[in-house]
C-alpha cells in the first residue's frame, strides 16, 4: 500500500520561506510524477506544481512561478515544495499527490492516484 506523508507546514511571517516535505511509503517515489495541491478554508482545491518521475520537468502555477519551487530526491524518497515570500492568501491546506509517471507531468486532480493527509500552512501579515 502507498501512503504518502508530508511535514513542514507551520505558521510564519508574510515574507517568510517554508520547506514541505512529502515521503513516499511503500512505492518508490520514481514510480510516479508528484504534484502539490492546497486549499484554503472555503475554496476548492488548487493546483499548486508539479514534476515528473525524474524531477527534470516541471511546471508550477502561475501565481506561483518564482516563489515556490517543486523538486525530489528519489534516493530519499522524497519531495519537495519550498515556498517563498510567502503572502497570507498563501495560507492553506497543502498536500502532496503521486500519478503515474506515464503522465508526464499532470496538473488535473483527476490524474492523481495517492494524497497526503495534508499539512496546514498560516502565513500572517
Known amino acids: 500500500q502507498v501512503q504518502l506523508v508530508e511535514s513542514g507546514g507551520g505558521l510564519v511571517q508574510a515574507g517568510g520561506s517554508l520547506r514541505l516535505s512529502c515521503v513516499v511509503f511503500g512505492r518508490t517515489l520514481s514510480s510516479y510524477a508528484m504534484a502539490w495541491f492546497r486549499q484554503a478554508p472555503g475554496k476548492e482545491r488548487e493546483f499548486v506544481a508539479a514534476?515528473?518521475?525524474?524531477?527534470?520537468?516541471?511546471y508550477h502555477a502561475d501565481s506561483m512561478k518564482g516563489r515556490f519551487t517543486i523538486s525530489r530526491d528519489n534516493a530519499k524518497n522524497t519531495g519537495y515544495l519550498q515556498m517563498n515570500s510567502l503572502k497570507p492568501e498563501d495560507t492553506a491546506v497543502y498536500y502532496c499527490a503521486a500519478a503515474q509517471r506515464s503522465f508526464g507531468v499532470p496538473q488535473a486532480e483527476s490524474q492523481y492516484i495517492y494524497w497526503g493527509q495534508g499539512t496546514q500552512v498560516t502565513v500572517s501579515s
Open positions: 514534476d515528473s518521475w525524474s524531477g527534470s520537468s516541471t
